[in-house]
């Protein structure tokens, strides 16, 4: 691919899933790698392992949601190399479960994580490339952000979010020469399904009922890559999320069956 050679890279949420496996794939690539993610162990798991295989890479312990974490981050990556190419805002979690049964401590865990997370490293990232004059801001959403996703109202609400900061930043940033993707996947094998907390219901039920199977972590990251390369504004797969999206844009309604099936199927589980 060769467009990420020498390249500094910062990738948040990068010790598990989707963050970890587009640090594994830049540093295959010769980038710069800044790993950081809330989990200090895991980081430095990633980080051994790069350097061994020849790449270049360091640990950063963050708080994504935590705005002092964020610009601590970005300055100290600036004073280090002097530069950021890249900033994959990847750091995400999940609460699923009726809307009824969530508190606002729920939403405000997600919001923090998911929404605020993305809109520091974004402000932060963006002042710098706007004095540089060039980068590429990368904001890792899902296809929850393009059609929604019932049962996890509070996660599609952030992805929303992250979809509607990212395409209109885009605009903004391009006579700046600064570049910004979002990245809309469907389901995807990472650390998130792991963690997430799921209200009433039976975690290990709602896997064995998803209505598509997950993709393998490191072909999610090459179609990323791909797609940052070729500076693409809405990076979505597989192919199957990127035909619902086009029949939701097509005729909303065309994926109420699904949205209710969905529901149905969840509070099938719940009264189990």
């Known amino acids: 691919m060769n467009n990420f050679k020498e390249k500094v890279a910062i990738v948040t949420g990068a010790a598990s899933g989707i963050g970890r496996a587009l640090s594994e794939a830049m540093s295959r690539e010769k980038a710069i790698v800044v790993a950081a993610d809330i989990n200090q162990e895991g980081v430095e798991e990633i980080v051994s392992k790069t350097r061994k295989e020849g790449g270049r890479a360091v640990p950063k312990r963050i708080d994504v949601s935590n705005p002092e974490d964020v610009k601590k981050l970005i300055d100290d990556t600036v004073r280090e190399y002097g530069r950021i190419d890249y900033i994959f805002n990847n750091a995400g979690l999940s609460i699923s479960g009726e809307t009824h049964d969530l508190t606002l401590e729920h939403w405000q865990k997600v919001i923090g994580v998911n929404l605020m997370g993305v809109i520091y490293g974004t402000t932060y990232a963006y002042s710098v490339m706007v004095k540089q004059q060039f980068g590429h801001i990368v904001n890792i959403a899902s296809l929850a952000g393009l059609i929604g996703f019932p049962m996890n109202t ?56 998803l209505p598509f199977k997950l993709m393998e972590v490191k072909k999610a990251a090459e179609l990323i890559l791909k797609g940052v390369a070729r500076n693409k504004a809405i990076i979505t797969f597989p192919f199957y999320a990127g035909l619902l999206w086009r029949l939701y844009r097509l005729h909303p309604a065309l994926l109420n069956p699904l949205r209710r099936k969905t529901v149905k199927e969840f509070r099938a589980l719940r009264a189990e």
């Open 154 to 209: 509070p996660y599609a609400t952030t992805k929303y979010g992250v979809v509607g900061l990212s395409t209109s930043l885009r605009e903004e940033g391009a006579d700046l020469g600064i570049k910004v993707s979002v990245v809309c996947p469907g389901y995807i094998d990472t650390g998130i399904f792991d963690a997430a907390i799921m209200l009433n219901v039976d975690k290990e039920k709602i896997m064995d009922n």
